[in-house]
C-alpha cells in the first residue's frame, strides 16, 4: 500500500478478483469492497453503493454528512469534497477496492473519481480492477509514482514457473516440450486445479 492508487487490468480470467481477493485475506485492517456492474454506472448509485461500502467497513465514517452535500450540489463536487473530508477524519490506513471498474464509463463519474484521486488522503488507498483501461490520469499519476499498474503479462506464470507449480502441486515433471504444448498459464488459472497449492507455490518462491 505504498501508492495512491493500484490498477489491475486484463481480460476476464484472468483472476483479477481472486488475486485482489487473496490480497485482502492477509490484511488486518478492513477493506470497504464494492463490485460493480452495469447498474453502477450511474453516478447516484455508484457513489451510494461506495459510501456504504466505506460505512461497512469503517463504522466511525460519517455517511450522512456526505450525503447531505450531495443532495444540496447536484454537480456531485460538494459529493467528493465531503468524502475526501470525512476521510480525513478517520487516520487509519483505509482500503477502497472498485472490482469490475471497467462497467463505469459516465462521465460524470470518471470526473469524480479523477476529482478524489487528486485529493486522496496518503492514508487512503485505493485499488481497481478493470477489463480495460480506465479514463483517469493515469500518465499523471505514473509520473508522480503514485500508480501501480499490473495486467495480464503480470498474471501470468513464466514457462519455469509452470513447471514449477506442475511439480508442487501434482509431482508431474514437464519438459521444455510439454511446458510449450499447455503455454503460459494465467497465475490463478492454478486455483481451477489446487487453490491452497497455489498458495504454498507462491510462499515457497
Given amino acids: 500500500m505504498d501508492c495512491t492508487l493500484t490498477l489491475i487490468t486484463a481480460p ?7 488475486l485482489l481477493g487473496e490480497w485482502v485475506m492477509t490484511l488486518e485492517n478492513p477493506v470497504a469492497w464494492v463490485s460493480l456492474d452495469q447498474g453502477d454506472n450511474d453516478r447516484t ?3 451510494a453503493h461506495t459510501l456504504a461500502a ?3 467497513a ?3 465514517f460519517d455517511q450522512q454528512d456526505v450525503l447531505r452535500h450531495a443532495a444540496e450540489d ?26 469490475d471498474f471497467h462497467h463505469i464509463e459516465e462521465a460524470s463519474i470518471l470526473k469524480g473519481v479523477t476529482y478524489l484521486l487528486e485529493r486522496l488522503p496518503l492514508h487512503v488507498h485505493l485499488y481497481l480492477a478493470s477489463r480495460n483501461s480506465p479514463a483517469l490520469p493515469l500518465s499523471r499519476l505514473r509520473a508522480e509514482n503514485r500508480l501501480i499498474w499490473l495486467d495480464a503479462r503480470d498474471l501470468r506464470f513464466a514457462p519455469d514457473e509452470t513447471t514449477e507449480f506442475f511439480a508442487k502441486c501434482g509431482g508431474i515433471q514437464l519438459s521444455n516440450e510439454d511446458v ?17 497449492c497455489a498458495r504454498n507455490l507462491k510462499g515457497n518462491r
Fill in 12 to 18: 476476464a480470467g484472468y483472476g483479477k478478483t481472486t
Fill in 180 to 196: 510449450a504444448h499447455i503455454g503460459i498459464l494465467r497465475v490463478f488459472q492454478c486455483t481451477s486445479i489446487s487453490a491452497p
Fill in 54 to 56: 466505506l460505512k461497512q
Fill in 74 to 99: 447536484p454537480s456531485g463536487v460538494s459529493l467528493i469534497a465531503a468524502l475526501v473530508n470525512g476521510l480525513h477524519r478517520i487516520p487509519q490506513t483505509k482500503v477502497l477496492v472498485w472490482d
Fill in 45 to 47: 448509485r455508484f457513489w
Fill in 58 to 60: 469503517y463504522p466511525s
